[in-house]
């Protein structure tokens, strides 16, 4: 019955944190960004109209996202893997070498191709955006829409490139 709402079961919430390592046994660099990608959240939630709010709060809670949505979230988690691993060392390359940090995926979103061969690259950041609900609940949290829509994923994206000027005179 609860599936058929579309909220989440304790099996659900069971089945996700069985298919997630523990964080004591990531690498370093995973480490690292898990911790980026969680601290990012809220920012990524803002940039849809959503926030997070305790599991008691009495607005609606959204389990999934639009595809719109997922997508643009998806690149916008792209953007910051990519800024991230950069700033750890990586460089780009046609095949991935972790010991000598080098990655094909070093790209932008639109020259990462969407095939087997590339292990589903974009899958990942799929993946992550449409797993917030669920690592939410998780901890006693949830998705609302936001009172406010304080950001828009397409405002940022001109504010990070420059192309739009905040600065008043």
Known sequence: EKKAKGELTDEDIEEFKQKTKPFEQLSS????????QAKTIPKKLSMIGCEIAHIQDPREEITEFSTKDVED???YEHNEWWEEREGMG??????????????????????????KHNDGIKDYGRDAVKNI?????????KVVRSRFKVLTYKMNELYETNKIDLEYD
């Open 133 to 141: 609900p669920t690592l939410l609940n998780s901890i006693g949290l």
């Open 73 to 75: 979230l998806a690149i």
């Open 29 to 36: 660099h995973l480490k690292i960004a898990n911790i980026r």
């Open 90 to 115: 990586w460089i780009y390359g046609p095949v991935k070498i972790a010991e000598k940090r080098i990655s094909p995926y070093l790209v932008s979103w639109d020259e990462l191709e969407e095939d």
